[in-house]
């Protein structure tokens, strides 16, 4: 199968992979199919397939990339009494 994509799509395709959300095009492709096949298969997008949090992750198109999800330590902030 050969598909052809629009200039916009092209763009978007390489700003993904640039900003680190694909390590390719073909990957990036690859996912966005899968998570339109999982929308179309269930008639819910993904977030509205599961339950808790470590479905949604277990199930997103985002899955193996590795992401490290890190949170900096509220220290508070200073007041004046």
Known sequence: ????????????????VKAGGA????EAVDR??????????TGKPVYQ????????FAKSPF????MIFERDKDVGRDVSL
Do not use: K, P, W, Y
């Not at 199968?1 to 993904?16: A, D, F, G, K, P």
């Not at 397939?49 to 949604?56: E, F, P, R, S, T």
């Open 23 to 26: 390590r390719s095009t073909e």
């Open 49 to 56: 397939q599961v339950d808790n949090l470590a479905d949604l």
């Open 1 to 16: 199968m050969t598909i052809t994509l629009n200039e916009e799509q092209t763009r978007l395709l390489s700003e993904v």
């Open 32 to 41: 966005a199919v899968r998570a339109l096949h999982s929308s179309a298969t």
């Open 63 to 66: 899955r193996g990339l590795d």
